[in-house]
T-cell receptor, first 112, second 110 residues
Framework: SQTIHQWPATLVQPVGSPLSLECTVE??????LYWYRQAAGRGLQLLFY??????ISSEVPQNLSASRPQDRQFILSSKKLLLSDSGFYLC???????????FGPGTRLTVT | GESVGLHLPTLSVQEGDNSIINCAYS??????FIWYKQESGKGPQFIID?????DKRQGQRVTVLLNKTVKHLSLQIAATQPGDSAVYFC?????????FGTGTSLTVIP
């Protein structure tokens, strides 16, 4: 069976510091991978998705970036965090853009 | 843009009763829908899905109903249990991207 991991689970970072969140998937090959942000009381906002190694599509302009160095690894980064970057970040995988997505446990990021 | 919303932000039900959670969508081209359950501090968990060529689909204790005429989706949970307490939200897909609702918070009263 497939499993998806995210770390860290929680993170507190000062404004202006860098960010690196990691997501890995086990038990499948060549998955579509997604990064979402979930703000309190709001729906999931798609940030990035990737259909293969090195292929990244950005949905929302921001100071975040994503990379996919390996087939089952997806990284969310920032060079300088803003207060507005605080939120719950979720990684997800799916077989196809039009099929179900399965989410990881999430990372709670607080920028102070 | 897409609009996926829920009729009620909160719902309280007695343990053992049935729960019904509703969702409205705006894009008639949406052809695939998912219900997710999200417990506090955790990632969303896939519950059940339905495609637009169906109007009903059943799982274990859950049923999803799709009314394309009024662009409405509902999730029915039979014999609601305390472990069902969570936020439930729907997602719609037009073929290449999902749009997610904000969710309904379900509280089960023992």
């Amino acid at each position: 069976s497939q499993t998806i991991h995210q770390w860290p689970a929680t993170l507190v970072q000062p404004v202006g510091s860098p960010l690196s969140l990691e997501c890995t998937v086990e038990g499948t090959s060549n998955p579509n991978l997604y990064w979402y942000r979930q703000a309190a009381g709001r729906g999931l906002q798609l940030l990035f998705y990737s259909v293969g190694i090195g292929q990244i599509s950005s949905e929302v302009p921001q100071n975040l970036s994503a990379s996919r160095p390996q087939d089952r690894q997806f990284i969310l980064s920032s060079k300088k965090l803003l207060l507005s970057d605080s939120g719950f970040y979720l990684c997800a995988w799916g077989f196809n853009l039009a099929y179900e997505q399965y989410f990881g446990p999430g990372t709670r990021l607080t920028v102070t | 843009g897409e609009s996926v919303g829920l009729h009620l932000p909160t719902l309280s039900v007695q343990e053992g009763d049935n729960s019904i959670i509703n969702c409205a969508y705006s894009n008639s081209a949406s052809d695939y829908f998912i219900w997710y359950k999200q417990e506090s501090g955790k990632g969303p968990q896939f519950i059940i899905d339905i495609r637009s060529n169906m109007d009903k689909r059943q799982g274990q204790r859950v049923t999803v109903l799709l009314n394309k005429t009024v662009k409405h989706l509902s999730l029915q949970i039979a014999a609601t249990q305390p472990g069902d307490s969570a936020v439930y939200f729907c997602a719609e897909n037009t073929g290449n991207q999902f749009y997610f609702g904000t969710g309904t918070s379900l509280t089960v009263i023992p």
